[in-house]
């Protein structure tokens, strides 16, 4: 694959602006966001090539990450509606394709990942301490059937 202009100098982009959509269900702007991406599960196999042993390895299932998102805590609702969908049995209703933006600067979206029939399996308050002043977070996790980078 030929090398791009910016793989060869642009700068890389800056993880601070990202925003979530969901269909509709959640949205908003978010201070942490894991797991964009895949990976396959290995699988090794032996055989004898010219009178010794090489594990040949090769590609088995594919595998998504959980996209895991934190955001300070607010008045907003909307993870802990489409959490509770799950929790009362609806997930068929629950699956949701969204996507996590990512924008520069000025708010121009630079990279963009979509994925498919996500929902909540996962959410959190924060944790509040008598003694502490920092931000209350609130965390919410999402499974997929699949991710994909657009631009």
Known sequence: MPATK?????????????AVEV???VGGYFT????????????EHKIVKGGHTVVRKIPGRLKWG??????GITTNMDMW??????????????????S??????EFTEVARWNFTAGWPSKV?????????NEVGI???????????RKT
Do not use: Y
């Open 23 to 25: 269909s509709g269900v």
């Open 138 to 148: 609130e965390e919410l996790t999402i499974v997929h059937e699949g991710i994909e």
């Open 81 to 98: 509606d489409w959490r509770k969908m799950v929790e009362d049995g609806n997930v068929a209703q629950a699956r949701k394709n969204g």
């Open 66 to 71: 959980d996209i895991t998102l934190k955001r």
């Open 100 to 105: 996590i933006v990512m924008f520069d600067q």
């Open 6 to 18: 910016d793989a060869v100098s642009g700068d890389p982009l800056l993880g601070f602006h990202f």
């Open 124 to 132: 959190s308050g924060p944790s509040p301490k008598a003694d502490g």
């Open 32 to 43: 942490e966001c894991s797991g964009l991406g895949s990976e396959h599960e290995v699988v």
